[in-house]
């Protein structure tokens, strides 16, 4: 049984060491909203926010997201005995639509604490059968396809399972051509276009067919569900899907359309963990594989990607770099990393998401906080 007594929303700025450039824009700086949760049985749980700063991957910003969860959902699940972590999503969905982003905060914080308070751990609580989850890297758009090509070897050699590269019109074919060319034929490369084309552009896609990628992720836009199964016609490379899918309802219509035959899930994009095993289990039962996505999440959010990344259809190296990939200090202890093999380690023998925040840190970097609280009861 969970019962919120009250949801601390901190903002905290992390500055990336190196800026992260897709085809709809760059970061330097990360803004992120991180949640509190405190049960009334003492239960403390934590959870990430992924909302960006502008709305370039959802229409979602860190700001909307803050103002979703004052004003809209931390009421509801403050105000509420709440069984199991399941059936918080018909709570947030009925009346508020959209802000999937501000819901799966919401969501994550407390499967955090039901994991706790069964003293599991959150892996083991998502149904998660793996010790170790092989990790890739996404890099993002670099000056020019060497540089790319440079930074595809350094992954590659540092471990890295998978490499995928950003890119957009004009850093595309030449861009691949290199990185195939550096790394040789075996090794799994993919490309994230962002939405950056459109189904004008299908015949200069199709001349990525010739490096055997393993998936081009998400190539036009995330309303275009018909258009990108008329794409995938024309394309030996599969299509996953991104930014399209937003719910189970999205993954199954992608299936019966045709519109991509892998599907990156990002809990924060679906609402949360609820719908990432619903998702899951539909890929699952029609052979579709999965891998877990990242937004640049700080070692909270990764903790909760590591996870659900633990699951049996994750089948592919999900983008869950180490700590050290991102920031010169994360805000968990002990930081996240990888072994020599690509792998990330989940922690299945510590409860909930089995990292410790560094309160000191968190607070010398805490540039906003907000306390909502639990009703108090009238009688
Ligand atoms: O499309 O997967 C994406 C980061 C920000 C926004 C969108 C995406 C990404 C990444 C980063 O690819 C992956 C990571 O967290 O390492
Ligand atoms: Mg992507």
């Given at each position: 049984m969970i019962e919120l007594q009250r949801i601390v929303l901190r903002e905290i700025r992390l500055p990336l060491k190196e800026p992260f450039r897709i085809s709809s824009g760059v970061m330097h700086n990360r803004r992120i909203c991180l949640l509190e949760l405190l049960d009334g049985d003492g239960t403390v749980g934590w959870s990430e926010c992924?909302?960006?700063?502008?709305?370039?991957?959802?229409?979602?910003t860190i700001d909307t997201a803050w103002l979703a969860i004052r004003e809209w959902l931390a009421p509801r699940v403050l105000n509420s005995s709440i069984a199991k972590p399941g059936d918080i999503p018909a709570m947030l969905e009925k009346g508020i639509c959209g802000h999937n982003m501000a819901k799966a905060a919401v969501e994550m914080g407390c499967w955090d604490i039901a994991a706790r308070q069964q003293d599991l751990s959150l892996s083991k609580m998502l149904g998660g059968t793996r010790d170790r989850v092989p990790t890739g890297i996404s890099i993002g758009i670099q000056a020019n396809a060497e540089a790319l090509a440079r930074r595809a070897r350094a992954a590659f050699d540092q471990g890295y399972r998978k490499i995928k590269v950003k890119i957009e019109p004009g850093a595309d074919v030449e861009y691949v051509r290199a990185v195939r060319q550096e790394l040789g034929p075996s090794v799994h490369l993919m490309a994230d276009a962002n939405s950056a084309y459109t189904p004008a552009d299908t015949d200069h896609l199709a001349k990525l067919d010739a490096f055997d990628l393993i998936m081009i992720e998400q190539p036009l836009s995330r309303e275009d569900l018909v258009r990108h199964a008329a794409l995938q016609k024309r394309l030996k490379t599969p299509i996953c899907l991104d930014e399209s899918i937003i719910s189970v309802d999205r993954a199954e219509d992608m299936i019966s359309l045709g519109a991509g035959k892998i599907i990156n899930i990002k809990p924060g994009r679906v609402g949360g963990f609820t719908a990432s095993k619903g998702i899951h289990d539909v890929c699952q039962e029609n052979g579709i594989p999965v891998w877990c996505g990242g937004m640049l999440e700080s070692g909270v959010g990764r903790a909760h990607n590591v996870a659900l990344a633990s699951l049996p259809n994750f089948s592919l190296p999900g983008d869950l770099s180490p700590s050290s990939r991102y920031w010169e200090r994360d805000i968990v202890t002990p930081e996240w990393t990888m072994d020599s093999e690509g792998m990330v380690h989940v922690p299945?023998?510590?409860?909930?998401?089995?990292v410790t925040l560094d309160m000191d840190f968190l607070n010398s970097i805490t540039v906003r906080r907000e306390e909502l609280q639990r009703r108090a009861a009238t009688k």
């Amino acid at each position: 049984m969970i019962e919120l007594q009250r949801i601390v929303l901190r903002e905290i700025r992390l500055p990336l060491k190196e800026p992260f450039r897709i085809s709809s824009g760059v970061m330097h700086n990360r803004r992120i909203c991180l949640l509190e949760l405190l049960d009334g049985d003492g239960t403390v749980g934590w959870s990430e926010c992924v909302a960006g700063e502008i709305p370039n991957y959802s229409y979602e910003t860190i700001d909307t997201a803050w103002l979703a969860i004052r004003e809209w959902l931390a009421p509801r699940v403050l105000n509420s005995s709440i069984a199991k972590p399941g059936d918080i999503p018909a709570m947030l969905e009925k009346g508020i639509c959209g802000h999937n982003m501000a819901k799966a905060a919401v969501e994550m914080g407390c499967w955090d604490i039901a994991a706790r308070q069964q003293d599991l751990s959150l892996s083991k609580m998502l149904g998660g059968t793996r010790d170790r989850v092989p990790t890739g890297i996404s890099i993002g758009i670099q000056a020019n396809a060497e540089a790319l090509a440079r930074r595809a070897r350094a992954a590659f050699d540092q471990g890295y399972r998978k490499i995928k590269v950003k890119i957009e019109p004009g850093a595309d074919v030449e861009y691949v051509r290199a990185v195939r060319q550096e790394l040789g034929p075996s090794v799994h490369l993919m490309a994230d276009a962002n939405s950056a084309y459109t189904p004008a552009d299908t015949d200069h896609l199709a001349k990525l067919d010739a490096f055997d990628l393993i998936m081009i992720e998400q190539p036009l836009s995330r309303e275009d569900l018909v258009r990108h199964a008329a794409l995938q016609k024309r394309l030996k490379t599969p299509i996953c899907l991104d930014e399209s899918i937003i719910s189970v309802d999205r993954a199954e219509d992608m299936i019966s359309l045709g519109a991509g035959k892998i599907i990156n899930i990002k809990p924060g994009r679906v609402g949360g963990f609820t719908a990432s095993k619903g998702i899951h289990d539909v890929c699952q039962e029609n052979g579709i594989p999965v891998w877990c996505g990242g937004m640049l999440e700080s070692g909270v959010g990764r903790a909760h990607n590591v996870a659900l990344a633990s699951l049996p259809n994750f089948s592919l190296p999900g983008d869950l770099s180490p700590s050290s990939r991102y920031w010169e200090r994360d805000i968990v202890t002990p930081e996240w990393t990888m072994d020599s093999e690509g792998m990330v380690h989940v922690p299945r023998d510590k409860p909930g998401i089995g990292v410790t925040l560094d309160m000191d840190f968190l607070n010398s970097i805490t540039v906003r906080r907000e306390e909502l609280q639990r009703r108090a009861a009238t009688k």
